[in-house]
């Protein structure tokens, strides 16, 4: 009965960089979920992939961020070009076909330095 | 589009005493309503969710909340707190219907028990 995994757990980049979070959802969740908390912006939504569908991308701050689903299971979150103000935790979740409840994971810490 | 607003961003409380943290929503669709708990360094877990029927909900570690529709609010309460609940909460709504399933979060109470 695994949870949601991230890894890494930390990442402290140079600003410029590039980055990479990645995300394991639960055994059979079609529903995919990334999210954003910061000091100054607190919970924030950024993509959401559900099965085959084209992924909600209304979240996403820029264009610098990105991310991708493959086999409609793993995912990862790539920020390019790294700046300050995407220090934050970046958490992942998971839901059901059509179910309400999201499992979080414990969330990557990214530092840009 | 969806908002939350919790009125309180920090609620210190002894040991053993009730407490109320207060939630309210704005939405132009039906929406879902939860409530996450967040300890330090760890993600959220689910405390309760109101999706229909009684308007009076029980969640996990004795919490409960209330709908109220009129008022637009979703109130969490515990009769009597333990020092094992001081951690963050985080009220939650979610669209009840339509392929937009993101949670939108208020900004959070940090609730401390004193002992």
């Known amino acids: 009965g695994a949870g949601v995994s991230q890894s890494p757990s930390n990442k402290v980049t140079e600003k410029g960089k590039d980055v990479e979070l990645r995300c394991d959802p639960i055994s059979g969740h079609t529903a995919l979920y990334w999210y954003r908390q910061s000091l100054g912006q607190g919970l924030e939504f950024l993509i959401y992939f559900q099965g085959n569908s084209a992924p909600d991308k209304s979240g996403l701050p820029s264009d610098r961020f990105s991310a991708e689903r493959t086999g409609g299971s793993v995912s990862t979150l790539t920020i390019q070009r790294t700046q300050q103000e995407d220090s934050a935790v970046y958490l992942c979740?998971?839901?059901?076909?059509?179910?309400?409840?999201?499992?979080f994971g414990p969330g990557t810490r990214l530092t840009v330095l | 589009a969806q908002s939350v607003t919790q009125l309180d961003s920090q609620v210190p409380v002894f040991e053993e005493a009730p407490v109320e943290l207060r939630c309210n929503y704005s939405?132009?669709?039906?929406?879902?309503l939860f409530w996450y708990v967040q300890y330090p360094n760890q993600g959220l877990q689910l405390l309760l969710k109101y999706l229909s029927g009684s308007t009076l909900v029980k969640g996990i570690n004795g919490f409960e909340a209330e709908f109220n529709k009129s008022q637009t609010s979703f109130h969490l309460r515990k009769p009597s707190v333990h020092i094992s609940d001081t951690a963050e909460y985080f009220c939650a709504v979610m669209r009840s219907s339509g392929s937009a399933r993101q949670l939108t979060f208020g900004s959070g109470t940090q609730l401390t028990v004193l002992p």
């Open positions: 939405s132009s669709v039906s929406v879902y």
């Open positions: 979740a998971s839901s059901l076909p059509g179910g309400s409840e999201q499992f």
